[in-house]
């Protein structure tokens, strides 16, 4: 059973769950003139989405049951305004009525306001997906901003762009291939040459303890205190930009998120029942099958309040934070969340938009003219009342009382008890499932309402340790971790609307991520070699001896193995003997060499007054 003012019905068995065991195959995907061509010729209130085709297989939903009615999670509760709880004007008569059907709901046009992110993925490496979130230039700033922390701290900023790719591969790699101990990648007995032979161990820490973002001289006093992720701005700017690119379904969750951090900051909170219960909290808005499409990082209620175009006084955290991410949302589509976030008047402002919400909701937020059946009232288990506003100026509305192993109350503008069907449940007394009606906003309400705690799971399994005390570092190593995550939902479902490839075939998360993390790195490799081809000899030299004056001790590091072998034909061979010298083949050198080229085959001086075995090769 779900925690935390989340009500769950399903008792956790695999057999709990009422869908069919294959979902039925999705219809190829059509243009914008096919449906407009469909919509001018077709009577749109014929068309109806069937049960098989809103689901989604293998997707773990959130069921409701009543078995946990705890407080919810934050002191900013809100109760029912007096606009529910006082008379209603003369002008309108605003009544209740029991066990009544919702009207048909008007028929509006379908807008298509929000522009598509499908491309054909199986052809599209991991790092290609990656990159549309967090771009290569994106990567060349945050080393650029680096190397300008590493100067402030009288430290040599030797930092590139592909340093930062290897950097981010290494966090991959290390979220997968799991040690107790940072440091152990790099140590004698335990090293790992995939993350060790990348990047020194020194180079990464110095890397992780300043990594930027932006160019603090660069920010205004007035964004700062506007802005209380400044520090991080460009990055979540675009991870949500990519995110406000994708495809919305017809059915979306609202819930939170917690980034774990124990180290100071205003930004921290507790939250408790929760995996992480201290950290920095994240609204998600998020599909039934984990793809994060919008999310804002908590601020605090004025700043999310500010965000709104059409705020209301006296408007609630929870309101304003599922105003704030339907606002990209299309017409018609079904928004769900828990009772911390509903209440009547965010019902009613989500019908303004043409949206339907479903959410549980609080008894102390229910206007005082609905009465609530108890357990007793109630009776037998599956028994469900739903209470409908008759309200010609807002529209129906409807409370749903149905009795689990208590009573749940659900609280929604388009959905009400009919059509029942009927689910699994463990009884007790008689030992054995039995069978149990279940009212139509329930089975909506648990199939679409788990996707961001389904990818809060799908994170955990391979997230990225950091024991760090500065919560950046936290907070952007925990989105490039979501961002892996969405990169590796939308490979898969591309792959199973295009029908390309089987579910075995497919690539499984551990293994997408360890692709991506090697790509990255290869990536990194390639621009370090590109630079040190395009590098003057005089910046390398200069470069060079910084670096070595820099060092705790007069021994250079060994590079890695993959450096040492980069371009490594032409290798200088010595000849023994006394028969062993030769003119040397540089144009203008008469002078006799032992030191030959072992892939020119030629000899040439290799001394310490003369070299022209490199003046030979370049």
């Not at 965010?346 to 919400?357: E, F, G, I, P, T």
């Not at 001896?545 to 034909?569: G, I, T, W």
Request: hydrophobic share 35%; aromatic share 6%.
């Amino acid at each position: 059973m779900a925690t935390g003012g989340r009500s769950t019905g399903c008792s956790g068995s695999p057999s709990c769950s009422t869908r069919p065991a294959t979902a039925r195959r999705r219809p190829p995907a059509i243009t914008d003139e096919q449906l407009r061509e469909i919509l001018n010729n077709l009577d749109i209130s014929d068309i109806e989405l069937s049960e098989d085709e809103d689901d989604l297989a293998g997707t773990a939903p959130m069921n409701v049951s009543g078995e946990n009615e705890d407080s919810p999670s934050s002191n900013d509760e809100l109760s029912a305004t007096d606009e529910e709880t006082s008379d209603p004007p003369a002008s309108r008569r605003v009544f209740w009525r029991l066990n009544a059907d919702f009207g048909e709901p008007a028929q509006r046009l379908l807008e298509m306001g929000v522009s598509t992110g499908r491309v054909e993925l199986q052809k599209v490496l991991p790092l290609e997906m990656f990159l549309r979130y967090v771009s290569g230039d994106l990567l060349a700033v945050i080393a650029t901003c680096t190397n300008q922390r590493l100067a402030e701290q009288g430290k040599t900023p030797n930092v590139t762009p592909g340093d930062i790719f290897k950097f981010f591969g290494i966090c991959f790699y290390t979220s997968v291939i799991k040690f107790p101990w940072l440091r152990m990648y790099w140590s004698e007995k335990y090293r790992l040459p995939v993350v060790a032979d990348q990047m020194s161990r020194n180079k990464f820490f110095n890397i992780r303890a300043n990594l930027k973002v932006v160019d603090d001289n660069r920010v205004s006093e007035d964004h700062k205190q506007n802005d209380r992720l400044w520090k991080i701005r460009p990055l979540l700017d675009a991870i949500r930009q990519r995110c406000l690119q994708l495809d919305r379904p017809e059915a979306v969750a609202v819930d939170e998120q917690m980034i774990p951090f124990t180290g100071t900051t205003s930004l921290k909170h507790y939250v408790p029942n929760k995996p992480n219960p201290v950290g920095l909290k994240n609204w998600v808005l998020a599909g039934d099958n984990g793809l994060m499409l919008d999310f804002e990082i908590d601020q605090g209620k004025s700043k999310l309040i500010g965000m709104l175009t059409d705020a209301r006084p006296g408007v609630g955290l929870g309101e304003a934070v599922v105003l704030r991410l339907s606002e990209t949302l299309p017409v018609e589509s079904k928004v769900y969340f828990d009772r911390f976030f509903t209440s009547l008047p965010l019902l009613d402002a989500l019908s303004d938009r043409n949206l339907k919400a479903t959410g549980t909701i609080m008894k102390n937020r229910i206007p005082k003219p609905v009465k609530i059946p108890t357990q007793k009232d109630l009776g037998t288990r599956g028994t469900s009342q739903c209470s409908v506003r008759q309200d010609p100026a807002k529209g129906p509305l409807g409370i749903t009382t149905w009795l689990d192993n208590k009573p749940v109350i659900l609280a929604s503008n388009h959905e009400g008890i009919h059509p029942e069907d009927e689910c699994r449940r463990w009884s007790k007394r008689d030992r054995k499932f039995i069978a149990v009606s279940r009212p139509a906003v329930v089975r909506l309400y648990n199939r679409s309402m788990g996707g961001v705690d389904l990818l809060d799971r799908m994170v955990s399994y391979y997230r990225t340790s950091a024991r760090t005390k500065k919560w950046t570092v936290r907070v952007i190593l925990h989105m490039l971790d979501v961002t892996a995550t969405n990169c590796w939902i939308e490979y898969k479902n591309e792959l199973e609307r295009t029908g390309h490839g089987e579910r075995k075939d497919m690539l499984q998360m551990m293994d997408f991520k360890l692709r991506l993390a090697e790509q990255l790195i290869e990536e990194g490799s390639r621009l370090d070699r590109d630079m040190d081809r395009t590098m003057p000899e005089d910046a390398d030299n200069t470069a060079a001896l910084h670096e070595a004056d820099n060092q705790s001790c007069s021994r250079v590091p060994v590079p890695s193995v993959k450096r040492r072998h980069e371009e490594a034909r032409h290798m200088p061979e010595m000849d023994s003997g006394k028969a062993s010298y030769h003119r040397c083949r540089l144009p203008g050198c008469s002078k006799l060499a032992r030191v030959k080229c072992s892939s020119c085959r030629v000899y040439l001086c290799l001394t310490s007054d003369r070299n022209c075995f490199m003046k030979f090769h370049r």
